[in-house]
């Protein structure tokens, strides 16, 4: 399945779904932490799971530590 018109219909709306939720909460968690909120709800809507990752490590485990 490496050609992306064998993807359904419904598999589109999840990965828009997935991405958007994403996006979103980055942005509204990096928005009360105040850590550069638009940057991260951007690159929320890219791709999955890595910015998660990425946030997690870079933002809220440091802030933790302190």
Not at 4 to 26: E, R, S
Not at 43 to 51: A, D, N, R, T, V
Request: charge should be positive; avoid cysteine.
């Amino acid at each position: 399945m490496n050609d992306p018109t064998q993807v359904p219909w419904y598999g589109w709306v999840l990965i828009a779904l997935l991405l958007g939720a994403q996006g979103t909460l980055l942005f509204l968690d990096a928005r009360r932490r105040g850590a550069r909120a638009w940057f991260w709800g951007l690159l929320g809507l890219i791709q999955f799971p890595m910015p998660t990752l990425f946030y997690w490590l870079l933002v809220v485990r440091p802030r933790r530590r302190q």
